[in-house]
């Protein structure tokens, strides 16, 4: 298993300072369908500058893969590309276009599993929460769980990060220089739309597997250092630069701490209320975007198989 600093060294890193110093420059003659990939690009490359919060950013983003790889679709099943395509079967940077859709797919349906699973555990100690009167104990193996399920996340998410790098690395295989505009358009837009897809897969998976901040027996303090280790703000109930995750890891490490007054924990547990609802929309909106792609990464994949198939 990879050590807990390794992932977080992969969001560290300006994975997408290719994609993001590429601009595309197509033949001015350029196929209508090249175009409208064009666009949908340009659209996804100021994702990463919006003001929104990082979650919201990669839910616009992977609505935005969804309507880019629509019209890679429509341009996949035009009969002048199936022709260009068709006459350079097994070239190694056509195996690259093809390949790439596949591994993607893998990737996102490893992905959307591990948000399944974790949303069926929050919606669990949802109605945990629910049934549970003030003062009554057996909470913590509750709680014990969700994080179980957090860890279990966040080993899928190093795995699919690594399978996102590997894909970084492997791309660019050189096409011959005489590939006539139309096909040269081609390929350049489909290379783009891997990179950036690559960039927004990574962002993605980095969210998900963010820290784990909970509490242990007799160790609030140390629990308290590694929030302040981490530079969050926590005051008057309000948190910075943690995102929703983390919020409910926080609100469930207080609620499970020794209680001052009755009063505080049922304020507490009202808390982890809202901390866990705001995770489910988030992950519905997530899943929503993921099932969305997913459809159209198959479409896809079954186009370039169309094509390549003798």
């Not at 395509?85 to 097994?90: H, I, R, V």
């Not at 998976?205 to 909970?214: K, M, Y």
């Not at 629990?223 to 943690?242: A, D, M, P, Y």
């Not at 701490?257 to 988030?282: G, N, T, Y």
């Amino acid at each position: 298993m990879m050590k807990k600093a390794s992932l977080n060294s992969f969001s560290s890193q300006k994975h997408s300072s290719r994609y993001g110093t590429r601009s595309i420059s197509l033949p001015t003659r350029s196929h209508p369908s090249t175009i409208r990939i064009e666009e949908e690009l340009n659209k996804l490359k100021s994702w990463e500058t919006s003001p929104s919060s990082k979650v919201e950013k990669i839910c616009y983003a992977l609505s935005g893969l969804g309507e880019l790889y629509k019209c890679v679709e429509d341009l996949l099943k035009l009969p002048l590309t199936q022709q260009s395509l068709g006459q350079y079967q097994n070239e190694k940077w056509v195996d690259e276009l093809l390949e790439c859709p596949v591994r993607f797919l893998d990737i996102l349906g490893e992905t959307r599993d591990a948000i399944m699973s974790m949303k069926g555990g929050v919606i669990k100690l949802q109605s945990a929460l629910r049934r549970r009167k003030v003062g009554d104990l057996g909470m913590e193996s509750h709680v014990s769980s969700y994080w179980s399920l957090r860890r279990n996340m966040r080993k899928e998410c190093t795995k699919s990060m690594l399978s996102l790098r590997q894909m970084d690395q492997s791309f660019g295989a050189s096409i011959p220089f005489d590939l006539d505009h139309h096909l040269s358009s081609i390929v350049r837009v489909l290379r783009e739309a891997s990179w950036i897809t690559t960039s927004i897969f990574q962002s993605l998976v980095v969210f998900l597997s963010s820290p784990i901040f909970r509490s242990r027996h007799n160790s609030k303090w140390a629990f308290v250092s590694r929030v302040v280790q981490k530079g969050l703000l926590v005051c008057n109930n309000q948190e910075e630069n943690i995102n929703e995750l983390e919020k409910v890891d926080l609100t469930l490490s207080r609620m499970v701490m020794d209680s001052p007054s009755k009063d505080f924990e049922a304020e507490k547990i009202q808390c982890a209320h809202r901390e866990l609802e705001a995770v489910v929309l988030v992950i519905e909106v997530l899943e929503s975007g993921l099932d969305c792609l997913f459809k159209h990464l198959i479409n896809t994949r079954v186009s370039f198989l169309n094509i390549l198939s003798p």
